[in-house]
């Protein structure tokens, strides 16, 4: 690519960026993907691979999984960037392929469905300001809002007031709560019983994670007597939703990523909450890229929260747990640096325990292995905890992506979450019973 044509793609980038920018945060109206594609893209040499993340850099393009040599990776592409896109990878002779034509029609369908099953949820005499979310037994055949899900936990507060203890432990830039729902047959948490410490949603878009966890509290909770082999000996520290603000506002813009501060000097809003951990930090990308990894270190209310929870628990935390979507992996320390953890023969063989009982009920099969080796050098919250904090089983479980043709997209249906949310509590009692038996 010549100087003067990737000078060109900067300025025509910027110039639709701001624009939609300028749209999508002046009003309150929901962000609209109407002709956004999917393309997955095949780079099979260090140049392809070069050039691929040049176009897409230059262009602000919505990367979903992260280019690798030998290795598919999709990426979102804006009806005004597709001619221009396609171009000059077909000049270049990269392989890509269109996978979804029109993003805003999954958006479309996903809604219409949930909205179908939040109707039956209703009477003719209620109306629309009684909560959808069934108390006398939780229901997941819709996806939940942030609100569902609050107030779930503090109904489970109120229910079981032996077994749960929820609390406010800390508030967004929108001053939202960030919520923490601790889990022990003791009636709390004490840093006398090995902990596992979970957390979801750190990025807005990966409802399959939101909806996983809250799945496993339902379990953990109202399902007891039927799980006592992972309450017996263990306690549970869960941070269901690290993204309050981000993940309110996907109600609007599904496939919002970044948490809602703003920041400086620009139009932009939103970090990278993952990338914002003090740890292989780098101020990489603008501030109106989807990785924006924040000001500095730490900078968010969000991380500030969840550093604080795992440094209150630490002593105690045997295992740690991200779950993110999608891609069918369980990974470990390092994701920041190219470098083999200590402990990297139990960890995988931990991983491996965890694939195996998703494959048991005929799941899909996860590859485990170490951030940085399976996908790409990136900083994260299990990094953190691992190498600054000493807990010694750090994992990020990215959950399934659903329908494989997807491709990694983020929109997947209530029968997929449904299936989903069952893999990962297969993975998660092979978690809490090691836990406990340490």
């Known amino acids: 690519m010549s100087a003067q044509a990737a000078k060109k793609m900067q300025i025509l980038g910027a110039v639709l960026l701001f624009s939609a920018l300028l749209t999508s945060y002046a009003i309150c109206e929901e962000v609209p993907y109407k002709g956004y594609k999917i393309y997955d893209v095949q780079t099979t040499t260090r140049s392809d691979l ?3 993340q040049t176009v897409s850099r230059d262009l602000g393009l919505d990367i979903l999984s992260s280019p690798k040599i030998g290795r598919k990776s999709s990426v979102i592409v804006s009806p005004s960037n597709d001619e221009i896109f396609r171009s000059f990878l077909s000049k270049q002779n990269v392989t890509h392929k269109l996978l979804q034509g029109d993003i805003q029609r999954l958006i479309d369908h996903e809604r219409n ?56 432990h800390g508030t967004t830039h929108e001053n939202r709560s960030i919520k923490v729902i601790t889990i022990s047959t003791n ?44 309450l017996n000996n263990t306690d549970w520290v869960i941070m269901p939703v690290v993204n309050p603000d981000g993940y309110e506002y996907t109600q609007k813009d599904r496939l919002w990523r ?17 990338r ?11 501030e109106c890229s989807v990785g924006y990894a924040g000001a500095s270190p730490a900078s968010e209310h969000e991380t500030q929260a969840l550093i604080r929870l795992m440094e209150k628990y630490s002593n105690a935390t045997k295992v740690y747990l991200t779950v993110h979507s999608c891609g069918d992996f369980i990974l470990y ?38 951030s940085s080796a399976l996908l790409y050098p990136a900083n994260g919250s299990d990094d953190y905890i691992y190498e600054c904090l000493n807990v010694e089983y750090a994992y990020t479980l990215e959950l399934s992506c659903g329908d494989s043709n997807k491709s990694s997209i983020f929109i997947i ?26």
């Open 333 to 370: 320390p390092f994701g920041y640096k190219y470098e083999t953890a200590p402990n990297k023969k139990q960890l995988q063989s931990l991983g491996e325990q965890a694939a195996a009982a998703v494959r048991a009920i005929n799941g899909p099969l996860y590859s485990v292995g170490s």
């Open 113 to 168: 469905s949930n909205d179908i099953h939040i109707r039956k949820r209703r009477t003719v005499q209620q109306n629309d300001t009684i909560p959808i979310v069934n108390f006398n037994g939780a229901n997941f055949e819709y996806f939940w809002s942030l609100n569902d899900i609050y107030k779930y936990l503090n109904t489970l507060n109120e229910k079981y007031p032996n077994l749960v203890k929820v609390v406010d």
């Open 50 to 52: 070069k050039f691929f």
């Open 258 to 274: 970044k948490n809602r501060s703003p920041n400086n000097n620009t139009v932009c809003f939103g970090t990278d909450l993952n």
């Open 187 to 230: 009636g709390k948490v004490n840093g006398s019983r090995p902990i596992v410490l979970l957390d979801g949603g750190i990025h807005a878009r990966e409802w399959a994670s939101h909806m996983a966890v809250v799945y496993l509290i339902y379990q953990l909770v109202e399902r007891s007597a039927e799980n006592m082999d992972l």
């Open 276 to 286: 914002n951990f003090p740890i292989g930090w780098g101020n990489f990308g603008s």
């Open 413 to 438: 249906s209530i029968a997929e979450m449904q299936r989903i949310n069952k893999e990962a509590f297969e993975m998660f009692k092979v978690f809490g019973k090691f836990a406990g038996n340490k």
